[in-house]
């Protein structure tokens, strides 16, 4: 059966014609679902990964509904915000092993140098294609760009579903000399290394605009993730394609 | 010369191997480098074709091998150098580095192990390939003969590729490939039952198994040729020539059945290259290092190795040098892949000087023999991982990047150890169904949470400080209403009974009671008493 034959019309095959597949659902609409279907299963069988969709669901229900297209977009950068101890870090690492099920690899630019790798198992993440990067850094305008340089290498070399990025404080680093890159210009390199890698690009900080030396990150999706009694609770503060939300 | 020095045709001769002539011989490509001297100088000038100047090699005062444009001029191997200097004006004479011709010969034995299973060094400039499995190379119900052909258009192309040009034979024998190729017309394999007609032809010098007395003998009654030897009523050999009789009838039938001593190599591989002209922007500086990435990348892909890390020295001009480490992320033996890294490197570089030569060297390789892909497996991504984790290693360092093990230890910091990230994909495949339709989802909901009962029900925190942050508990009743840290109060909004932890007494014993606490402009965090002092420390965040 070929694969790739186009979909043909209602004029051309007409739903009940002898030229309907036999053992179709009976139209276009089924033909192609049957074909989609068909394909899936030749994907399952040569053990690749389903095909790329445009959104990364996080695997929390509650907060794939918040976003617009179930999940984090696919080649842009999302912005996750939160203070010490919220559970924003979690959050990351659940969408993270949710990327693993399709057998996708997952990297970590720890900045900070904290980030626990016996919870990311415990939240599902396979350790064993979890790439962890610990950039030797310093509170400096040298320390941050080699961390954004890392995020963006891996950023934009497609081998990555997901890559996190997880900076030190930096309101009051700004480069010096000649040389030294302006963190506008670093922010949207990373931008366009993660359209470039096609991958979901999460940004860690600890309150807003904080993320890029005090400059507002060009997120595709801000979420803020607070601790409160019951758990952490998470507001969307924007997202591409959606309302803008209100408060929590 | 005696029988201990050639063994193999000395060895007594066989009812077989009377009955089928070469047919016991192993198979053998030989490729000789005619002015093996001349060639090296060249390839390390990076000047292919021909040189500005006249060049000849000497040794001993007496020239070894000239270039076609020293002969133009009148300059033959065996004159004096004063004869060449006078012949040829502006004639460039370069003493005879014999130390440096057996390296370069090494480094394309080891390249040309990548073709074959054992490589022999034959004399300053030339080289024999075990072919007795060059078949294989051919595909099923490929006509006789065709993968020898391919391999010997493979070694040939390897070695042009490389930088020499050379003449090659495919025959039965070392001695009868080796002298096809020095005095040969090269060209097709030759079949062992052609062995003798191919020989025929060649002068006995093309055999330097046979001593210079006997040739001159043979000479003498008007033998020059395989060809005339093999015409001798083979009976009376013995009697005309005693112990070498024996040597001279195999030699007219092409027989030689002695094996490859293979070479193998003890260093790995260095190779550096001279700059025409010192040079200073960053561009002639990587085609050059592309060139050395090459010649080491094929030595090392010959011998099944993959480099981990690299050295780079650039020798600057007028003095001074600078040395580049490269560590690689995966080991390899792809110069394409060693050339991402060595160009970010040469691209950040600021020297003080141009640089007038440069070398490569592997510092370290480990075995990296071809991976077999299996279905489903997907080349340009796990390239493009190489290439980025490659990127990482070389600027960041081996420690940067890493995966994590869990262990089965109670101490937190020691609950896991780090890894070296292989990014093999294993296991689970993607249950049938199990993505949703996005669209599908709920566009309107702004506000969530609780989130997740697996983000709530963590017993460990996601984030573990390096160093612990002292704390001072504040309280009443041994009640902890407050805690002091940085310089900040913090109120306690909730403290978890304690989990002890405790253990290691054999080597550095800890007691521990770790409390979650929720903590005002803290958040969620894992505080521990120590069991030693009683002191509060702040140890991860539930973040």
Redesign the interface.
Known sequence: MPLHRPAAGPAASPAGSPAAPPGGSGGPAGSRERIEELR?RIR?I?????RR???E?SG?E??????????FPRGALSEIQ??????????C??TMARS????G?AAFVDG?????????????V???????????ASITAQGIA?VL??AE??L????FEVVALDLPLLRAVRPEGRAAVPPEVMVRRLVAAAEKGGAVGLWLSAREGEGAGGLRLPAAVRLE?R??????????IFARG?EV??G? | MGPELLPGLFREEAPEHRAGPAARAPRVLALHFPDFSLQRVRRARGAPGREPAPLAVVDEGRVVACDPLAREQGVCPGDSAVQAEAACAGLALLPLDAAGDRAALEALAEALLQLAPAVELCGPDALLLDASAAGLLAPPRAAAGEGEALLLARATALAAELGYRCRAALASGRGPARALARHGRGGAPVAPEAMGAALASLPLTAFPEIPGDLQARLAGLGIADVGSLGRLPPETLAHRFGLFAGVLLRLSRGEDPSPIVPYQPERLPRESFELEAPVESAEPLLFALKRVADRAAARLAGRSLGATRLEVALRLDPRGERRLPVALARPSAAAGRWMVVLREQIFALRLEAPVAGLALEVVEAVPAPQEQLSLGDRPEELRALEVALSRLAARLGDGALCTAEPLERHRPEAAYRTAAFSGRRRGALPAAGARENPRRRSRTADVAGPASPALAELCRPTRLLPTPLPLVALGEGGRIAAVRCQGRTCRVLSFSPPERLAGEWWSEPFDRDYHRAVVEGLGECWIYRDGADGRLWLHGFFD
């Open positions: 899936e399952h040569e053990r690749r990964p389903p969709t445009a959104f669901a929390i509650a907060v794939d509904g918040l976003l617009p297209g179930g999940g939160g203070e010490p101890g919220s559970g924003k870090t979690a959050l690492l659940s693993m099920r399709s057998d690899l900070r140098g904290e980030l626990y790798p016996p919870a990311a198992a415990a939240l599902g396979d350790l064993a294609r979890f790439l962890l990067v610990r950039p030797p080699t340089w890392s290498v891996l934009g070399s497609g081998a993730v601790r409160e009694p019951e758990g952490p609770r998470i507001r969307r959606a939300g209100h929590a």
